[in-house]
């Protein structure tokens, strides 16, 4: 998140995304009164989906999606019957992001991310469902990547039939909210995820999601951090961006999705010499990490299908 508030305030406003209530203050370490993950943690290892050297995480990246303005997805005279295209910024232009950063051509058109746990029922951060309208407006997208530039297939993309619900608890930091798409996603498994115990600080992370809203990214190199069981999140240091909120964070050892980004510092720190923005980046244990909203702990107050 930027210094200043304005361009971020503006955009939720006009989107309708985020509920009057999700955003009072400016973030402050430990608090949650606004949800923004964001930051490199060491290595840049933001990842496209076609260069991820496993195959595994490269099929759970095709049960992640990004939610997209409806608006934004368009029939071209000039495209075969059954694609649409995406029109929107890149992410030059919507961050005022230095010549020297990455992914800065690339389009960010998505804003938030989730992913199947169930045929036709998707789980993302409460914040991305907090307004009761936003299935009238919005449209869940898969196989935004880079390698498919601005090229949607009509097939995969879902409008939301309903939020089922949605919980958003600033004290406890609960954020979490379970999607009904309008139909079943065919060809796409449900990933699978923790629904009882706790993961052990120091256990190996990924993530798959849309930081920045960019195409869908892979970024690995993580571990947890912090994990204290009473709490229904964890700390870790995944390179995750505002936008990436929703996005399964996995297991490393055992594949399982161990919980969903919804928080964390600062993405983007203005340089005063060359007049620009660059990506944040903090050492490995600095830094105030990315909060996790445990499955576990979404499972214990909302069952979640088999």
Known sequence: MRNSLLPLILLFVVTGLLAPAAFTAPHKRGTFSNAHPSVVYGQDNRTEVAEYGDGNFREYARSVAGLVQ?????????????????????????????????????????????????????????????????????????????????????????????????KINNKTGMDYGIIELDREVEGRAPLSI?????????????????????PLKIADGAIVRKNDPQAPFFVANLDSFQRNSGSPVFNIRTNQVEGILVRGDDDYEWNSSKLCFEVKQCSMEACRGEDVVKTSAINREFLIPD
């Open 70 to 166: 409806k608006k934004r997805l368009v029939h071209d005279k000039i495209l075969p019957s059954g694609q649409l295209r995406i029109r929107a910024a890149i992410l030059e232009e919507r961050e005022q992001l230095c010549f020297s950063e990455r992914f800065i051509s690339q389009q960010v058109p998505i804003l938030c991310s989730g992913f199947l746990i169930a045929p036709k029922i998707l789980l993302t951060a409460g914040h991305c469902a907090a307004d009761p309208e936003f299935c009238n407006s919005y449209s869940w997208v898969f196989d935004f990547t880079e390698e498919s530039k601005d090229i949607i297939k009509e097939e995969n993309v879902f409008s939301c039939a309903k939020v089922i619900t949605y």
């Open 194 to 214: 923790r629904k009882i115990g706790e993961v052990k600080e120091g256990t190996a992370l990924a993530i798959i999601g849309h930081p920045s809203g960019l």
